[in-house]
């Protein structure tokens, strides 16, 4: 079908594949790049809520000069332990989902970026989004237990 692509990793074509993702262990695609957009956006939010309960009475401590009197570790180890935390867990998982939004918006996966080719048709960021998270703004867009309508394409059949 156009905009397809084979993956070599799960032995398949994948409509408007963007990448096959290691952490899902499937290709993000057409089908599933709302529950991805969505994961991504968690991942990162609970990484900020882990960073910010770690951080906080790790600095509080710190900056009052009770650091010996309630931890074993040294400070040093312990602030780049936390730093680890806020690069990957944060940091990574917001580059990540920033680039699945360009790529709604852009209409272009991935791929097509990698090897120059155009996106889809040219509709506006906001038909692309309904595109991909539902036809109807509600607050299933935020759910991943809610699947977005079927599209029609090119007026022939549905997409699931």
Excluded at 35 to 50: C, E, I, K, R
Excluded at 126 to 134: E, T
Excluded at 138 to 155: D, N, T
Aim: contains cysteine; glycine residues 8%; positive net charge.
């Amino acid at each position: 079908p156009p905009r397809a692509h084979h993956c070599r990793v799960c032995g398949r074509c994948v409509r408007k594949m963007d990448h096959h993702c290691p952490w899902v262990n499937n290709c993000v695609g057409e089908g599933n790049q709302k529950y991805f957009v969505l994961f991504t956006l968690y991942t990162a939010l609970a990484s900020l809520h882990l960073l910010l309960l770690l951080g906080v009475p790790v600095l509080r401590s710190f900056a009052r000069g009770e650091w010996g009197a309630h931890s074993t570790f040294s400070p040093r180890g312990s602030l780049v332990f936390l730093f680890l935390v806020a690069l990957k867990g944060f940091l990574f998982t917001t580059v990540m989902f920033s680039t699945q939004l360009y790529a709604i918006c852009a209409d272009r996966t991935r791929i097509e970026q990698l090897q120059r080719e155009r996106g889809g048709r040219r509709r506006s960021r906001w038909m692309n989004f309904k595109a991909v998270f539902g036809h109807r703004v509600s607050v299933a867009w935020i759910s991943p237990f809610a699947a977005p309508e079927p599209q029609k394409v090119h007026g022939q059949h549905d997409v699931v």
